[in-house]
């Protein structure tokens, strides 16, 4: 029998417009696609501003990349970060991506690299642009990572987020509940309902503050949850 290959992923971090606060939860949720084994972060690393990156490179393995501001007020990163991916992408042996910025400059970038069928995890505050969190299969508030690996290291696990309940989320789950084959009771697989949300939108629970789409779904009145003998997740809309 073969031996088993993991899968191979790429970190790439425009580290102007990323925060180092958020590197740990960043690579955990990144071990869900595979082994992080290139971890790359660009920046012109004569900028004071950038200390706080500077600091972590040895400790996670992060391979700097210099790219001098030629002109004012242009970012050479962005370029660079791109050229890169591409090298990365046709050599054919990275299976995913994550791209750690707020930039919507890098749209395009994930876009192309869906197009050749591998994911891509984009990693930004709550400020993005709406342009790039839509071209990533995901996007996660980095900021939403960070508070709840706090209170789980505080409290024992995260409190959810008080916006669970906006509107849009909502939209987008009735939808794809809608979308998914349900038995004689009415209930749907959750695991069902996860992936047409997924495949609409970057939706990920964790921006909400919890781990699993289980625990976001137990949280909004319309719908029930049923565990089964199986081992699966069901869920019915009820209003």
Not at 85 to 105: E, K, P, T
């Amino acid at each position: 029998m073969a031996d088993f290959e993991p899968r191979n992923i790429a970190l790439l971090i425009d580290s102007d417009n990323a925060s180092p606060a958020g590197i740990d939860p960043v690579l955990t949720v990144l071990a869900e696609l595979g082994q992080v084994n290139i971890r790359r972060a660009y920046g012109n690393w004569r900028k004071t501003s950038l200390k706080g990156w500077i600091d972590l490179m040895h400790r996670y393995g992060i391979e700097p990349q210099q790219q001098f501001d030629m002109t004012k007020g242009k970012n050479a990163t962005d370029m660079k970060m791109t050229i890169d991916a591409m090298d990365l992408l046709y050599r054919g042996r990275v299976h995913g991506f994550g791209i750690m910025s707020s930039d919507s400059d890098f749209m395009p970038l994930a876009m192309r690299i869906r197009q050749e069928g591998l994911p891509v995890y984009g990693f930004g505050g709550a400020k993005t642009p709406e342009a790039f969190r839509q071209a990533c299969t995901r996007f996660i508030d980095v900021n939403a990572l960070v508070k709840a690996e706090k209170e789980q290291n505080g409290k024992g696990g995260p409190s959810g987020n008080s916006n669970v309940l906006d509107q849009d989320l909502l939209d987008l789950l009735f939808d794809a509940y809608a979308a998914s084959k349900r038995d004689e009771n009415g209930f749907a697989k959750l695991a069902e309902v996860g992936q047409r949300a997924g495949n609409r939108s970057s939706f990920d629970t964790r921006n909400y503050g919890f781990a699993r789409l289980t625990d976001l779904i137990e949280t909004i009145p319309n719908f029930s949850v049923e565990r089964r003998a199986n081992g699966q997740s069901f869920v019915k809309r009820l209003r």
